[in-house]
T-cell receptor, first 111, second 116 residues
Framework: AQSVTQPDIHITVSEGASLELRCNYS??????LFWYVQSPGQGLQLLLK??????LVQGIKGFEAEFKRSQSSFNLRKPSVHWSDAAEYFC?????????FGTGTRLQVTL | SAVISQKPSRDICQRGTSLTIQCQVD?????MFWYRQQPGQSLTLIAT?????????ESGFVIDKFPISRPNLTFSTLTVSNMSPEDSSIYLC?????????????FGPGTRLTVT
């Protein structure tokens, strides 16, 4: 069965600092991986996705993620965080008909 | 991408009653899904809404409690039946667009349900 682990429940960074959110997955075949962001009181917005090919994928809002098969990881990064990035971030692994989500990482940004 | 709307955005309901949540997509999509997000938790898939046939439910979710309809390719409803306080959650609809690889899923804003 597929599963996703986000080891960090809560992260605080200063505005302008770099960010890395960790995601580890378990899946028997080539994984399809996603990062979503959920702002308070909002639904989920797709930040980026990995299906195949280049292991460094670019997303919206200046985010990127790197797929590392050897480490079963798909970490999300941003070089300079903005206060508006404060939100809950979910990593997910998907098949053709099902997404499995991690437990999420809550990002707090201090000014 | 698809734009998804849900109604109602929130509701407060009494124990033992039922609530039907509507999900509308702005374009025809292959797949629609319903998720539950309990307070402070991640998303759990309730079921896949199949157009013209019965929904496919995940383990732990049953049709009697969460009946789902999908009369066409752009609309689905989820009913939370005989509610109890444990059903207080955010219910999210998502729509999947086919493409290279699995379906990308786009989410509605959610329905925040409180059961008293």
């Amino acid at each position: 069965a597929q599963s996703v682990t986000q080891p960090d429940i809560h992260i605080t960074v200063s505005e302008g600092a770099s960010l890395e959110l960790r995601c580890n997955y378990s899946y028997g075949a080539t994984p399809y991986l996603f990062w979503y962001v959920q702002s308070p009181g909002q639904g989920l917005q797709l930040l980026l996705k990995y299906f195949s090919g280049d292991t460094l994928v670019q997303g919206i809002k200046g985010f990127e993620a790197e797929f590392k098969r050897s480490q079963s990881s798909f970490n999300l990064r941003k070089p300079s965080v903005h206060w508006s990035d404060a939100a809950e971030y979910f990593c997910a692994v998907g098949t053709a008909s099902k997404l499995t989500f991690g437990t999420g990482t809550r990002l707090q940004v201090t000014l | 991408s698809a734009v998804i709307s849900q109604k109602p955005s929130r509701d407060i309901c009494q124990r033992g009653t039922s609530l039907t949540i509507q999900c509308q997509v702005d374009s025809q999509v292959t797949m629609m899904f319903w998720y539950r997000q309990q307070p402070g938790q991640s998303l759990t898939l309730i079921a896949t809404a199949n157009q013209g046939s019965e929904a496919t439910y995940e383990s732990g979710f049953v049709i009697d409690k969460f009946p789902i309809s999908r009369p066409n390719l752009t609309f689905s409803t989820l009913t939370v039946s005989n509610m109890s306080p444990e059903d207080s959650s955010i219910y999210l609809c998502s729509a999947g667009t086919s493409g290279r690889g699995p379906y990308e899923q786009y989410f509605g804003p959610g329905t925040r349900l409180t059961v008293t």
